[in-house]
């Protein structure tokens, strides 16, 4: 294992483990406290942290771009949707639901 030992409250593995939850601010208090000393002591956690945080902070950049609103426009109109409708009959005890699917074509 690497980095600090588990006198922090917390090993390698486990702030691995959690890793994505710590970073979406999800752990409780407890743990989370465990798990900052620990990335804060250890440079190799600290490593995998920061390359983590790093990686979100490029993809949350990329996906803010939007569609032109020409293609936007253009995929709406090609989308098919399908809409199911079901009815339920009970009879003698038993359910039976019979469901039909149908489908609409925009465009």
């Known amino acids: 294992m690497m980095g600090a030992p588990m006198d922090e409250g917390c090993s390698c ?3 691995r483990a959690h890793l994505q939850a710590f970073l979406d601010h999800e752990c409780d208090g407890d743990l989370r ?3 900052e000393a620990h990335v804060a002591s250890c440079e190799h956690c600290s490593r995998i ?4 945080t790093h990686l979100r902070e490029i993809l949350r ?6 569609a032109p609103p020409e293609l936007r426009a253009r995929v709406l109109g090609r989308l098919s949707v399908m809409r199911s409708t079901a009815s339920v009959i009970t009879a003698g005890g038993t359910t039976t639901v019979h469901s039909r699917v149908i ?3 925009r465009g």
């Open 13 to 15: 593995s486990e702030a």
């Open 33 to 35: 406290s465990r798990l």
């Open 49 to 52: 942290a920061d390359a983590e």
């Open 61 to 66: 950049s990329r996906c803010a771009e939007q």
């Open 103 to 105: 489908r609409y074509t």
